[in-house]
């Protein structure tokens, strides 16, 4: 299931793990870009669309 990880990640976390800034991580949640869930007032990264997102990336060819 979710091998004791958390099932979501705050931004702060996600931006750490994308190694991106947390100011760069909240302008993608904005966006849409980054997948968010709004509980409340907290922005919440689900860790499988998180992990998705970047399943995708990895297929999609950089162009010059």
């Not at 091998?3 to 979501?8: A, M, S, V």
């Not at 793990?17 to 760069?24: D, E, F, K, Q, V």
């Amino acid at each position: 299931m979710h091998n004791g990880e958390k099932l979501t990640l705050d931004i702060s976390e996600a931006a750490e793990l994308l190694g991106i800034s947390r100011n760069l991580a909240y302008e993608l949640a904005k966006s849409g870009t980054l997948p968010v869930v709004k509980l409340g007032k907290r922005l919440l990264v689900p860790r499988r669309a998180l992990e998705k997102l970047l399943e995708e990336a990895k297929a999609t060819p950089v162009s010059k």
